[in-house]
């Protein structure tokens, strides 16, 4: 559950022919850049007058909504924030700009996180000014442009909520405070140790912070955000809270839910396109599930109900079987194959062959192959062989 937009790069933009908008002459270029440079310095020093110096004194809407979102911004600890100039198109005293915002939270972030804005300026007497700030393509809504931001920092977490109480925020910091040392006892690899929680106001918050329909989400707890793979040095991952459908969770079920999107934060870095969704959500699971009390009956009810039946899946599931706003018991089924495969893995190999393995997947250089050659290589068995082995561990866990 995830997703990152790719990062746009710096280009002039010429377009031939009678009426069409040439290309910023080299003079607007520095002269807009310094423009959104000041926005972005007077941004972090605090300084309000500063921050709307930057937009067209007659743009009465947008400097109220400017306004407001800077005083949102107050209780974010950022220690970045910038505009890396895009694609720029001008025609006459008006261009538009496709930048990246990139900003860090202090402590949290090792790199920018990065959103695609769109911008328009207007040039009045040899300055140049916003009229208008949107998100860009596949950009979504911040969490400050959603009401004012409160932040709640735990030992091992920082929650930001808009449109949500104290209890709530303190609430949420506390499990995720819990669910980073649970995460640290089921995964030895390197990772940041703390999370970075955000908390909106509703279903429909949520959805907007994700650029996705609501829909896709009603019933979700909580999805992670980020950039699987890489170096290490990328954003902190923002767990997204659905606080509707988490609010209806127990203690345990909100413990589960952050642990195991907690886990997905851990296991980034070497989490790739060749790891299968069954591995990346079966693992957050096991980590999440490892030491709790419930039986296999109990975490995995609607693949219980299938087997008894005699109705014992002939694969392990495929990616086609995790997505949302489908089969309800479909999905759920997928993911308790995926937990009770990984469960598998920790009982008959041991928890260090199940990272290893899940280490070895992510570090393939394709989807092809990735599973098999893990299989080979750390548990010493085939495709075949393991899937017959997961099929059998269904029946004696769940028959």
């Not at 920018?112 to 207007?122: A, D, F, Q």
């Not at 980020?226 to 991952?237: K, L, N, Q, R, V």
């Not at 839910?257 to 886990?263: G, M, N, Q, S």
């Amino acid at each position: 559950m995830r997703r990152r937009n790719a990062l746009q790069g710096l280009a002039g933009l010429l377009l031939a022919g009678c009426g069409s908008p040439a290309a910023v002459p080299d003079r607007a270029t520095p002269q807009i850049g310094r423009t959104l440079d000041r926005r972005a310095a007077a941004l972090l020093r605090r300084d309000e007058s500063g921050y709307l110096a930057a937009v067209d004194p007659t743009a009465h809407a947008l400097r109220a909504a400017q306004r407001a979102e800077f005083r949102n911004l107050a209780d974010v600890p950022l220690s970045s924030w910038a505009y890396h100039l895009g694609p720029v198109r001008r025609t006459g005293d008006r261009a538009t700009v496709q930048a990246d915002l990139r900003y860090r939270i202090a402590g949290y972030d090792s790199a920018p996180v990065s959103t695609p804005r769109t911008l328009e300026l207007r040039e009045r007497h040899g300055r140049w000014y916003v009229t208008a700030d949107r998100p860009g393509e596949d950009g979504a809504q911040a969490l400050w442009q959603q009401g004012p931001v409160t932040a709640v920092r735990g030992s091992h977490s920082l929650v930001l909520g808009a449109g949500q109480g104290d209890t709530v925020l303190r609430s949420v910091s506390a499990v995720a405070d819990a669910a980073v040392p649970a995460v640290n006892a089921a995964w030895p690899g390197p990772w940041a140790h703390r999370v970075v929680v955000l908390v909106p106001g509703s279903l429909a918050a949520m959805a907007a912070l994700l650029g996705a329909p609501a829909a896709g989400y009603t019933g979700i707890a909580a999805v992670t955000t980020g950039e699987t793979g890489g170096s290490g040095a990328t954003p902190a991952d923002r767990i997204i809270v659905n606080p509707e459908a988490y609010a209806e969770l127990g203690d345990f079920g909100q413990h589960i839910v952050l642990t195991h999107e907690t886990t997905h934060v851990a296991t980034r870095t070497v989490t790739s396109a060749a790891t299968p969704t069954w591995l990346s959500e079966g693992f957050a699971d096991w980590a999440a599930y490892r030491t709790s009390d419930r039986t296999a009956a109990q975490i995995a009810p609607e693949l219980r109900a299938a087997v008894q039946l005699g109705h014992v899946p002939a694969t392990l599931p495929d990616d086609e079987d995790f997505a949302f706003g489908g089969d309800a018991d479909r999905l759920a089924q997928a993911y308790e194959g995926g937990w009770l495969a990984c469960e598998l893995i920790a009982t008959r190999w041991g928890d260090r062959h199940l990272t290893d393995f899940y280490r070895a997947v992510g570090e393939h250089g394709g989807r092809d192959g990735a599973v098999e050659n893990a299989l080979n290589d750390v548990l010493k068995t085939t495709p075949d062989d393991f899937t017959a082995l997961w099929r059998g561990y269904l029946r004696k866990r769940l028959g």
